[in-house]
């Protein structure tokens, strides 16, 4: 199993970014999605979350509070890919970005993205 | 804010033990959900060490156990290493917030 990120930048206050995760050594659709963020020197916070295939419990689409209305989480089952559309960034944005791989737990991680909103 | 509480910080000698404890609520740990627990070594993403309280992914080192009670969760490092120096998360969900929900974590550090 590989996760890895990409698309991580430094961005204006309201401005936009789209991350990526690829995904591969599993089947990408059957699995849900998560992005998990962390800021500088903080703990991890859970963003966002997207149903696979094998679930049947829980709401297709989840996101934090924090993010909720700025941020759109998509996937690409074929082309293995999550997204993360981050609009209306703001400074407190700033983080790096890790997507999951999810059952009760994040079992799979990939390397991060660092998002740097600054003027 | 993190729902978990998690001590800032914990220290040990080498070969010594340490536990890290996880207080939630009933809506997290209290209810029916698992506590589940990361390793964030130092510049690196976190690492799952513990699922479902207690168990271990394959090739966690057994000097790693968790344990979950009531509306709390611990986890434990028998013989500590200097390799182990590293934050600690735990994770539940919270049906509340209808989200996954992490701790404040905690470090280790080995004297």
């Known amino acids: 199993v590989q996760l890895v990120e990409s698309g991580g930048a430094l961005v204006q206050p309201g401005g936009s970014l789209r991350l990526s995760c690829a995904a591969s050594g599993f089947t990408f659709s059957r699995y849900s999605m998560n992005w998990v963020r962390q800021a500088p020197g903080k703990g991890l916070e859970w963003i966002s979350y997207?149903?696979?295939?094998?679930?049947?419990?829980?709401?297709?689409?989840k996101y934090a509070d924090s993010v909720k209305g700025r941020f759109t989480i998509s996937r690409d089952n074929a082309k293995s890919s999550l997204y993360l559309q981050m609009d209306s960034l703001r400074a407190e944005d700033t983080a790096i970005y890790y997507c999951a791989r999810v059952h009760a737990f994040f079992d799979y991680w990939g390397q991060g993205a660092l998002v740097t909103v600054s003027s | 804010q993190s729902v978990l509480t998690q001590s800032p910080s914990v220290s040990g000698a080498p070969g010594q033990r340490v536990t890290i404890s996880c207080i939630g609520s009933g809506s997290n740990i209290g209810s029916v959900y698992d506590v589940h627990w990361y390793q964030q070594l130092p510049g690196a993403a976190p690492k799952l060490l513990i699922y479902?309280?207690?168990n271990r992914p394959s090739g966690v080192p057994d000097r790693f156990s968790g344990s979950k009670s009531g509306t709390s969760a611990s986890l434990a490092i028998t013989g500590l290493q200097a390799e182990d120096e590293a934050d600690y998360y735990c994770q539940s969900y919270d049906s509340s917030l209808s989200s996954y929900v992490f701790g404040t974590g905690t470090k280790v550090t080995v004297l």
């Open positions: 479902n309280n207690k």
């Open positions: 997207i149903a696979g295939s094998d679930n049947t419990i829980s709401a297709p689409i």
